[in-house]
C-alpha cells in the first residue's frame, strides 16, 4: 500500500514512520523547501513518549530534551504558588514514561532521523485531490499527479485536504494571542535554574515557561488578550517594550524572565471543534488538520504523535483492500479522545486567563483544594498520560470506547434513556467553560427533564439571611427541607422544586428549598452554614414535623446538617432521606474507582474535581464535610436509596454502616439496573418505588 500524507510537520513525519514501521509505502509531500519549523518549546507527555517508543524515535528527544520535573501552577502579580504536580518518582510510575520539555526542531529530528530520505518531497505543494474506488490522486502546483492507495491530510489549523474534503471552515479564535521567545540560558543568570513547566496565573493573561535544550534555552509564552497587540501583523520582533507592558503587574521573577528577552513572535490561539467524521472514501484526516486545539493542556503534537500511531496499527489490522475499515476503526478510538482534550485545553485556557477576581479567588481554592486529595494532579492530567495509544490501538474498539466514552450497561429501556440524559446533560462547550458552564448546562439540563408536578405554586423567601423557594403545598402538614445535589457546584433551588414537591406531597405537607452558595467561590463551611440557618429558621416557622432530604451533595449535607443541628441543640428532624449521598470527599471508595468509569454524570475523576472544589483549606476527612466520619449517634431514622450500577454506591453503603454502629434506625436500598439519583426523573418505575418507600418511611419514623 502506498500512502500518501499531505504535510511534513509532527503528524506527518509519525504517521510516515508509522506506516513504514507496519509495512507500507508512506510518501510525505511537505510544500515548505526544508523541515525547518520556527523554533518553540513542546512539552511531549509520557503517552507521547510511548507513542515515539513505538515509532523508534525516543531515544533523540531522551538524548536533547530536559526531562521534567513536573508543573508547578504560580500567582503571575504575587509569585505565590498555587499548585506543584510532580512528574517524577511515583507520577513517572504510574504513567509508564516521563515528561521531556523538547525543542521542536530536535523533535523534526528525532522523527525524520528514523525515516529514509525517500520517503519525504519538499516543495510539493499540493494543487488538487480526488479518488477513485481504488486510487488516490494528488495534482501539486508544478503540475505533477501522483497517486496512491490513501490519503492523509497532515496539513495543519488551515488544511486544504479538510477543506477539499468537507468545505471551507473557519476556525474559531479564542480571542487570545501568544508572545513567544527563547532565551539562551549563559544570558539569564537569576532564571530559575529547576526543570519545573511553569504556569504563571493572572488577570487575563498566563505565561508558560520551561527549560528546552537540555537547560541551555528557556522557552516563552505569554498569552494576553488579542485586543492588547497593537499591530496590524503578528510576526518577529525585536521590540519587546509592548511585551514588558502588557505583564507590567507581575511579579519579580517574571520581570526578571522578561529581562532577558531581546526577540518576539506573535501568534493567534486558535481551535476546531472535532468533525464528526475525519474520512471520505481513501482519504482521511489526522493531527490538526483534524482536530486544532489550544496549547493551554500541551497535547497538541502528542495527539499528533497518537493519531499517526494508532492509524497505522489499525491499516495494519484491515490492511490495503480494506482501508474504509481501517479508518472507520482510527476515528471511533480517536475522535472521543480528541474531543476530551479539546474541552480540557480550552477549559485550562479560560482558567489560566480568569478576569473576575472573585473567580480568581475560586481558581487559586480549587487548587488548593485539589493537593488536599491528589497530591500529583492526577485528576487533571493523569486520564492523559496514562493513555499508551499503542496499547489501545491493539484492544478491541469496545474497550477503548468504554473507557473513554462510557458503554450504557443498564437493560431497561426506561433506565438505559436516563442513562442517555445524564451521559449527554452537559455540552462539550458547557464543560470548557469550567464551573460557570457546567452550572448554566445542569440548570438548562433540569429545566427540561425534572418536572414538577402540574400547578406547582413557588414563592421566593428569605430564611435565615438566605435565599430559599417555598413550594407551596399543606402548610398545617409537615415540612420538608430539600438540599439540591450537583457536586457543591451547580444546581439550584430551583433544579430542585420537582423532587421536593413530589417528596413533599407524599407526606402530606410542604417544602422549602435553600439556595445555599456553591463552590469553588463559596468553599466550605458556606453550603452547611447556609443549610443549618435554613433548617434554624424553619425549627421557628413550625411545630409540625420537620423532615431533611437531598441527593449527591444534598445528601450529604442532610446528615451533616443533622449532626450539626444536634450539636446545637435544635428540635432534631424527623427523618431523614439521602438519595445518592456524595458522603466522602476523599473519593477513595472502590466503587468510585471501579464504577466510575461506567458512570455517566459522577466519574472518579468529576467527583475529585467537586470535593477541591469545595474542600479547599479543610481536609477532605473533616466529619463537617465528609459526615461518613460524623459521630452519628441520635441521630434520626435514616432512609438511603442509591444504585448499584453507580459510582456513588459505596459512599451509601458505608454511610449506612457507620449509622448502624452509631445506633441509628436506618434503612439502606440499593436499587438495581439505575441510575445516579434516579428519584429526580419522575417517570422512571424506580423512581416511583422510591417514593413510596420515602412515603413509608416517614409515616413511620
Given at each position: 500500500?502506498?500512502?500518501?500524507?499531505?504535510?511534513?510537520?509532527?503528524?506527518?513525519?509519525?504517521?510516515?514512520?508509522?506506516?513504514?514501521?507496519?509495512?507500507?509505502?508512506?510518501?510525505?509531500?511537505?510544500?515548505?523547501?526544508?523541515?525547518?519549523?520556527?523554533?518553540?518549546?513542546?512539552?511531549?507527555?509520557?503517552?507521547?513518549?510511548?507513542?515515539?517508543?513505538?515509532?523508534?524515535?525516543?531515544?533523540?528527544?531522551?538524548?536533547?530534551?530536559?526531562?521534567?520535573?513536573?508543573?508547578?501552577?504560580?500567582?503571575?502579580?504575587?509569585?505565590?504558588?498555587?499548585?506543584?504536580?510532580?512528574?517524577?518518582?511515583?507520577?513517572?510510575?504510574?504513567?509508564?514514561?516521563?515528561?521531556?520539555?523538547?525543542f521542536r526542531p530536535d523533535l523534526v529530528d528525532a522523527l525524520t532521523g528514523s525515516l529514509p530520505a525517500q520517503y519525504v518531497r519538499l516543495g510539493a505543494a499540493v494543487k488538487d485531490i480526488w479518488q477513485t474506488d481504488d486510487s488516490v490522486f494528488v495534482r501539486l502546483e508544478s503540475g505533477e499527479e501522483i497517486s496512491g492507495d490513501i490519503l492523509i491530510g497532515a496539513d495543519g489549523?488551515?488544511?486544504?485536504?479538510?477543506?477539499?474534503?468537507?468545505?471551507?471552515?473557519?476556525?474559531?479564535?479564542?480571542?487570545?494571542?501568544?508572545?513567544?521567545?527563547?532565551?539562551?540560558a549563559a544570558t539569564a543568570p537569576k532564571?530559575?535554574?529547576?526543570?519545573?513547566?511553569?504556569?504563571?496565573?493572572?488577570?487575563?493573561r498566563h505565561i508558560v515557561f520551561f527549560p528546552i535544550c537540555k537547560g541551555s534555552i528557556y522557552n516563552f509564552a505569554g498569552f494576553v488578550p488579542a485586543t492588547e497587540i497593537k499591530r496590524e501583523a503578528w510576526n518577529i520582533s525585536s521590540e519587546v517594550s509592548e511585551l514588558r507592558d502588557t505583564f507590567a503587574a507581575a511579579c519579580d521573577e517574571v520581570q526578571d524572565i522578561m529581562s532577558y528577552i531581546r526577540e518576539t513572535f506573535i501568534t493567534?490561539?486558535?481551535?476546531?471543534?472535532?468533525?464528526?467524521?475525519?474520512?471520505?472514501?481513501?482519504?482521511?484526516?489526522?493531527?490538526?488538520?483534524?482536530?486544532?486545539?489550544?496549547?493551554?493542556?500541551?497535547?497538541?503534537?502528542?495527539?499528533?504523535?497518537?493519531?499517526?500511531?494508532?492509524?497505522?496499527?489499525?491499516?495494519?489490522?484491515?490492511g490495503a483492500?480494506?482501508?474504509?475499515?481501517?479508518?472507520?476503526?482510527?476515528?471511533?478510538?480517536?475522535?472521543p479522545a480528541a474531543t476530551r482534550i479539546l474541552i480540557q485545553a480550552r477549559s485550562n485556557l479560560r482558567l489560566y486567563n480568569e478576569s473576575d477576581p472573585v473567580q480568581r479567588n475560586a481558581r487559586t481554592g480549587f487548587y488548593r483544594g485539589l493537593a488536599q486529595i491528589d497530591a500529583i494532579g492526577d485528576v487533571m492530567r493523569g486520564w492523559m498520560y496514562r493513555q499508551d495509544a499503542v496499547k489501545s490501538a491493539e484492544r478491541p474498539v469496545e474497550d477503548v470506547e468504554r473507557e473513554t466514552t462510557g458503554i450504557n450497561p443498564l437493560k431497561a429501556p426506561a433506565a438505559r434513556a436516563a442513562y442517555e440524559k445524564w451521559r449527554t446533560a452537559l455540552t462539550a462547550s458547557d464543560n470548557a467553560d469550567g464551573w460557570i458552564g457546567q452550572r448554566a448546562g445542569y440548570e438548562r439540563f433540569a429545566a427540561k427533564e425534572f418536572s414538577a408536578p402540574k400547578n406547582t405554586k413557588i414563592e421566593t423567601i428569605d430564611c435565615g439571611g438566605g435565599p430559599a423557594l417555598r413550594v407551596a403545598g399543606n402548610t398545617n402538614g409537615p415540612a420538608l427541607l430539600y438540599l439540591h445535589g450537583?457536586?457543591?457546584?451547580?444546581?439550584?433551588?430551583?433544579?430542585?422544586?420537582?423532587?421536593?414537591?413530589?417528596?413533599?406531597?407524599?407526606?402530606?405537607?410542604?417544602?422549602?428549598?435553600?439556595?445555599?452558595?456553591?463552590?469553588?467561590?463559596?468553599?466550605?463551611?458556606?453550603?452547611?452554614?447556609?443549610?443549618?440557618a435554613a433548617y434554624s429558621w424553619l425549627v421557628t416557622q413550625t411545630t409540625a414535623p420537620i423532615y431533611v432530604a437531598g441527593d449527591d451533595a444534598g445528601g450529604a449535607l442532610s446528615i451533616a446538617l443533622a449532626v450539626e443541628a444536634k450539636k446545637s441543640g435544635l428540635r432534631p428532624p424527623a427523618a431523614l432521606y439521602a438519595i445518592s449521598p456524595f458522603c466522602d470527599l476523599s473519593v477513595s471508595s472502590e466503587s468510585a474507582r471501579e464504577l466510575g468509569p461506567s458512570d455517566p454524570w459522577v466519574k472518579r475523576n468529576t467527583l475529585m474535581l467537586y470535593a477541591a472544589r469545595y474542600i479547599q483549606e479543610t481536609g477532605a476527612h473533616d466529619p463537617r464535610i465528609s459526615p461518613l466520619h460524623a459521630d452519628l449517634s441520635g441521630l434520626p431514622p435514616l432512609l438511603i436509596h442509591a444504585s448499584a450500577e453507580e459510582a456513588l454506591r459505596d459512599d451509601a453503603m458505608n454511610l449506612s454502616e457507620a449509622a448502624k454502629r452509631a445506633g441509628v434506625n436506618v434503612t439502606l436500598r440499593l436499587f438495581d439496573d439505575a441510575v445516579h439519583s434516579f428519584p429526580l426523573f419522575a417517570d422512571l418505575p424506580e423512581s416511583k418505588e422510591a417514593l413510596n418507600a420515602w412515603a413509608a418511611f416517614a409515616t413511620n419514623a
Open positions: 500500500m502506498r500512502a500518501l500524507i499531505v504535510g511534513g510537520g509532527i503528524g506527518g513525519l509519525a504517521a510516515a514512520l508509522g506506516l513504514l514501521k507496519e509495512g507500507f509505502e508512506p510518501l510525505v509531500l511537505e510544500q515548505a523547501p526544508s523541515l525547518l519549523p520556527v523554533g518553540a518549546g513542546v512539552n511531549l507527555t509520557p503517552n507521547a513518549m510511548k507513542a515515539m517508543v513505538y515509532l523508534g524515535a525516543d531515544q533523540h528527544i531522551r538524548d536533547t530534551a530536559v526531562e521534567g520535573a513536573g508543573f508547578l501552577g504560580v500567582d503571575l502579580e504575587s509569585g505565590t504558588e498555587i499548585f506543584r504536580h510532580s512528574m517524577l518518582g511515583k507520577a513517572a510510575s504510574i504513567y509508564g514514561d516521563r515528561l521531556y520539555s523538547t489549523l488551515n488544511s486544504v485536504i479538510r477543506a477539499k474534503l468537507f468545505g471551507q471552515q473557519k476556525a474559531t479564535f479564542s480571542g487570545y494571542a501568544a508572545w513567544r521567545s527563547l532565551i539562551p532564571i530559575p535554574s529547576d526543570t519545573f513547566t511553569r504556569t504563571y496565573m493572572g488577570d487575563s493567534g490561539i486558535f481551535f476546531r471543534d472535532p468533525l464528526a467524521s475525519w474520512t471520505q472514501g481513501r482519504i482521511t484526516l489526522l493531527g490538526d488538520a483534524a482536530h486544532p486545539v489550544p496549547p493551554s493542556a500541551a497535547q497538541g503534537a502528542t495527539m499528533a504523535l497518537e493519531d499517526a500511531v494508532t492509524l497505522a496499527i489499525c491499516l495494519r489490522r484491515y483492500k480494506n482501508c474504509a475499515a481501517a479508518f472507520a476503526d482510527y476515528q471511533r478510538r480517536r475522535i450537583g457536586g457543591y457546584t451547580m444546581g439550584s433551588a430551583q433544579s430542585a422544586v420537582a423532587i421536593a414537591a413530589r417528596l413533599a406531597q407524599a407526606i402530606g405537607g410542604w417544602a422549602l428549598i435553600p439556595d445555599y452558595r456553591l463552590a469553588p467561590e463559596y468553599p466550605f463551611p458556606a453550603a452547611l452554614d447556609d443549610a443549618l
